[in-house]
């Protein structure tokens, strides 16, 4: 069975700095990969997905995510975090079997200083 | 428009009552889920269900039950609420025909009281 790791449970970072949220997996083989966003009050929302391919992958907000095979690890990256970014982010892993369900790391709240 | 829907948003209700959150999609989904959200804990799955058919328990089912009525309609009940849950609770939706990539679309929630 896969799990997933988030390290911190809490980040707080100046607007304007750069930001690295960590995640890491455990799976036997190369999973499918998902980081979301759950602003307050609010939803979970997509902000990119890993399936195959380039190990860097783009998403929505200017946020990116590199994945690494050695280090079982999809950190998610923003170059200048806004006030607006502040939620709570979740990682998620999915085995690439019929049927398997998606498995989510107990998330980091994000919070910003102005 | 909201592709999926969550009803109520809000609920506070007391112990030994029978509650149930309704969730609805417009998405045409064949695959609908229900998760809890406790603080630290993330996302755990109670039940999911593949089509109307098919109903599957997940990590976390005792104390939980769903229907499915329809493939855009998932209910879950929780015959004899109790406080430990207390929790937001989610529901979300994914089309397996997308070659089955398991991307999950959610709903904006409901915040469950059990006094």
């Known amino acids: 069975a896969q799990s997933v790791t988030q390290p911190d449970i809490h980040i707080t970072v100046s607007e304007g700095a750069s930001l690295e949220l960590r995640c890491n997996y455990s799976?036997?083989?190369?999973?499918?990969l998902f980081w979301y966003v759950q602003s307050p009050g609010q939803g979970l929302q997509l902000l990119l997905k890993?399936?195959?391919?380039?190990?860097l992958v783009q998403g929505i907000k200017g946020f990116e995510a590199e994945f690494k095979r050695s280090q079982s690890s999809f950190n998610l990256r923003k170059p200048s975090v806004h006030w607006s970014d502040a939620a709570e982010y979740f990682c998620?892993?999915?085995?690439?079997?019929?049927?398997?369900?998606?498995?989510f790391g107990g998330g980091t709240r994000l919070m910003v200083k102005p | 428009d909201a592709d999926v829907t969550q009803t109520p948003r809000n609920r506070i209700t007391k112990t030994g009552k029978r509650i149930m959150l309704e969730c609805s999609q417009t998405?045409?989904?064949?695959?609908m889920y229900w998760y809890r959200q406790d603080p630290g804990l993330g996302l755990r799955l109670i039940y999911y269900?593949?089509?109307?058919?098919?109903?599957n328990k997940g990590e976390i089912s005792d104390g939980y039950s769903v229907s499915r009525q329809a493939q855009a309609k998932f209910s879950l009940s929780l015959e004899s609420a109790i406080p430990n849950q207390t929790a937001l609770y989610f529901c979300?939706?994914?089309?397996?025909?997308?070659?089955?990539?398991?991307?999950?679309?959610f709903g904006p929630g409901t915040r469950l009281t059990v006094l």
């Open positions: 979300a939706t994914s089309d397996f025909s997308t070659s089955g990539r398991l991307e999950q679309f």
């Open positions: 799976y036997g083989a190369t999973p499918y």
């Open positions: 890993y399936f195959s391919g380039d190990t």
């Open positions: 998620a892993v999915g085995a690439r079997v019929a049927g398997n369900m998606l498995t």
């Open positions: 998405k045409g989904h064949d695959r």
């Open positions: 269900s593949f089509d109307v058919k098919d109903i």
